[in-house]
């Protein structure tokens, strides 16, 4: 689906991504390694469960949400992928501080 300009880089590093090993060139987001890598399915809403990815790929719509090394509500867009990160899919709603529960969802309307 997506395509790099150039492979052409300073370099490439590797980190997981539910499990499975994705290689990235030095300097990527998390975002763009994963879409050069075909992934687009970033989390699931947390009211259906439908899998969303990401848009704006600038930090505004907050659809590429994963949980990086265990940390929740990370945008994908905006962090640089390092060698041995693990990402994972962010499910539903997740805890915004860590004596927070989980978010409830909306009862009604929205996208979600
Ligand atoms: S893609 Fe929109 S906030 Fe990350």
């Given at each position: 689906m997506f395509k790099r300009i150039?492979?052409?880089?300073p370099g490439s590093i590797e980190f997981e991504f539910e499990g499975q090993a994705v290689s990235a060139q030095v300097g990527d987001t998390v975002a763009a390694a994963l879409l050069a890598d075909g992934?687009?399915?970033?989390r699931d809403t947390p009211e259906k469960d439908r899998p969303r990815g990401p848009f704006?790929?600038?930090?505004?719509?907050?659809?590429?949400l994963v949980v990086i090394d265990g940390v929740p509500n990370r945008q994908a867009c905006q962090v640089v992928a390092v060698p041995g990160m693990k990402v994972a899919r962010q499910k539903g709603a997740s805890a915004i501080g860590p004596d927070d529960g989980p978010i409830d969802a909306p009862t009604s309307g929205g996208a979600a």
């Open positions: 150039s492979d052409v880089g992934r687009i399915h970033f704006c790929m600038m930090g505004v719509c907050f659809d590429c």
